[in-house]
Structures are given as structure tokens and as C-alpha cells.
């Protein structure tokens, strides 16, 4: 079974810093990768999706990576602002299978000092 | 519109009683699907819903009932439940369950069910 782990835990930093959050996985058979923001209590937003064949993406002040071969993603944020701080979770959707099902990462929980 | 929603916000329930969790979508998704998290944890699949019927059920309990009257609606009807099982329930929905590889799943904001 697919087992997705995320590193930190938990990260603090002063605005404005530049951060990597690291997400790695164990069976490198993935049709993608995304990476959700959850805040307290809420449900979670999807940020950027990289399919299998892609080795990033981006989005304003976010950039992910993928190196599938390795079983490995990061997520950079630029210029962080308070307004960042929420839990960061990647997720991986198997290829094997037929369907849309994700395995969630233990997640990030960030937070963005002023 | 992208948004799910899911009714009710917070729920408060007996371990004698029933209730119900809604989920609704106007996107013309074909798929929904039902995740639990627990605190500080990782949301876990319970059910997938594909064009109404049933695809996958991650060998959840009985005393989880899940039903899809039609392509916008998903409940999950929820009975003699145990503390165990509060938890930060979600609902998502994606264009299809055999999605291509650039689709995405659109989450509401979930139910928080605390069992007594």
C-alpha cells in the first residue's frame, strides 16, 4: 500500500522568508501529485496538481516539484505572508488502480510569524 | 461554480441515534466521494461514487451508510456510531472516478461529528 510522508511536521517562520516542504512516497507508480492547503476545521483547497509525466509546476509565489524516479515532491513558497499559515498536504493518486482515489500525506503545519 | 457543499457544519449525536451527512455539488461531476480525518491526521477514503453507483468502499463498517440519489447529491446515513468514529468528515467530487491525469478533486468544508 501506497504510504506518504511529509516533512516538517511543523514549520514556523518570520514573514517573508522563502520555505521548501517536502513530501515523499513509497511506490513511485503515480498517475499524479497534488498538494492541498487545509486550514483549521476547514476542507482542503487544492493548490497545484503535477502529472506524472511533468517535472513542475507553478503558481504565484508556489512552485512544485516531482521527481517520481526518487518518490519525492517539494513544494516552495516564496516571500511567505502570514496568510500562508494553514496545514499542507500532498497527495498521490496510484496508477494501478482505476480510480480517483488519493493517499494523503501526514501533512505540514505551517506557520508564518509577522 | 466550484464549490461542494455539505450540510450540517457540526453535528452532535447519541450512539442510539441516526443521522444523516449531506453533500452537494453543481459542477456536473460524475464522481463523489466520502473521506474521514481524524485530528492532526491525513484525510482517509471511505467511499467513491461513480455515476450513481458505488466503486469503492475502503472496508468501511456497516454502521456507515452511503447513497447517491442522483449525480449532484451523496449522503452518508450514519447509525449506532461509536466515539471512535468523531471525526472531520469530507466530501469531494471530481469530473469522473477514471479522471485523466490532470484532474483534480474539489473538497467542501466538511462535517465535525462528535458521537457521545
Known amino acids: 500500500k501506497q504510504e506518504v510522508t511529509q516533512i516538517p511536521a511543523a514549520l514556523s517562520v518570520p514573514e517573508g522568508e522563502n520555505l521548501v516542504l517536502n513530501c515523499s512516497f513509497t511506490?513511485?507508480?503515480?498517475?499524479?501529485l497534488q498538494w492541498f492547503r487545509q486550514d483549521p476545521g476547514k476542507g482542503l483547497t487544492s493548490l497545484l496538481l503535477?502529472?506524472?509525466?511533468?517535472r513542475e509546476q507553478t503558481s504565484g509565489r508556489l512552485n512544485a516539484s516531482l521527481d517520481k524516479s526518487s518518490g519525492r515532491s517539494t513544494l516552495y513558497i516564496a516571500a511567505s505572508q502570514p496568510g500562508d499559515s494553514a496545514t499542507y498536504l500532498c497527495a498521490v493518486r496510484p496508477s494501478q488502480t482505476g480510480a480517483n482515489n488519493l493517499f494523503f500525506g501526514t501533512g505540514t503545519r505551517l506557520t508564518v510569524i509577522p | 461554480d466550484t464549490e461542494v457543499t455539505q450540510t450540517p457544519k457540526h453535528l452532535v449525536m447519541g450512539m442510539t441515534n441516526k443521522k444523516s451527512l449531506k453533500c452537494e455539488q453543481h459542477m456536473g461531476h460524475r464522481a463523489m466521494y466520502w473521506y474521514k480525518q481524524k485530528a492532526k491526521k491525513p484525510p482517509e477514503l471511505m467511499f467513491v461514487y461513480s455515476y450513481e453507483k458505488l466503486s469503492i468502499n475502503e472496508s468501511v463498517p456497516s454502521r456507515f451508510s452511503p447513497e447517491c440519489p442522483n449525480s449532484s447529491l451523496l449522503n452518508l446515513h450514519l447509525h449506532a456510531l461509536q466515539p471512535e468514529d468523531s471525526a472531520l468528515y469530507l466530501c469531494?467530487?471530481?469530473?469522473?472516478?477514471?479522471?485523466?491525469?490532470?484532474?483534480?478533486?474539489?473538497f467542501g468544508p466538511g462535517t465535525r461529528l462528535l458521537v457521545l
Open positions: 503535477i502529472q506524472s509525466s511533468q
Open positions: 469531494a467530487s471530481s469530473q469522473g472516478a477514471l479522471g485523466g491525469a490532470r484532474e483534480t478533486q474539489y
Open positions: 511506490d513511485s507508480a503515480i498517475y499524479n
